[in-house]
């Protein structure tokens, strides 16, 4: 069973604020979709959508990576990441809510924010390493300039998570 000590992460130690809050200025950008992602309105008709390459999902409520196994998910509201059955379907209208009721059909299993990290760490790099070819040293003006309290608390971070792998 997972402790949790290990499912509770510092603010100030969570890259995924610094990222979830990157890809929203990429999607307004239309990075996003120039790197292939499929944009699509979320099916509860809502004005979000949902941005899809391969088996990964990003929405301005979450993410999700499906793996040969399972659905790992990341929900922003409450910073945690969860594992869920690979069979699941993942419910926009109850994404965004910040309590486990979001998941009704599904138990969903808290994971570790490393493990979780490790997981989804390489699509985050390929997609930075393709982000630096096309636009250069952007991330580190947009890091220097705007954001959130939080999001300035986490950029170390996201520095350090995009730097080197999460497990040694």
Not at 31 to 54: C, H, M, Q, V
Not at 90 to 113: D, G
Not at 138 to 151: D, E, H, M
Request: aromatic share 10%; hydrophobic share 40%; net charge positive.
């Amino acid at each position: 069973m997972v402790g949790l000590l290990e499912i509770i992460m510092n603010p100030t130690q969570n890259p995924m604020i610094v990222q979830m809050w990157l890809w929203g200025l990429d999607a307004i950008r239309g990075d996003l979709t120039a790197r292939g992602f499929l944009k699509k309105p979320r099916p509860d008709n809502s004005e979000s959508s949902i941005y899809s390459l391969e088996q990964l999902h990003l929405h301005g409520h979450g993410i999700w990576l499906e793996t040969t196994t399972e659905i790992l998910v990341y929900r922003r509201p409450s910073k945690n990441w969860y594992v869920l059955p690979k069979d699941t379907k993942v419910c926009f209208e109850q994404f965004s809510q910040t309590s486990l009721a979001w998941c009704n059909y599904a138990h969903p299993k808290p994971i570790p924010h490393r493990q979780a990290l490790a997981l989804i760490q390489p699509f985050i790099l390929e997609y930075e390493a393709w982000l630096l070819a096309r636009h250069g040293n952007l991330r580190q003006q947009q890091l220097a300039s705007i954001g959130t309290k939080a999001v300035k608390r986490a950029r170390k971070a996201w520095r350090d998570f995009v730097r080197q792998p999460v497990f040694k």
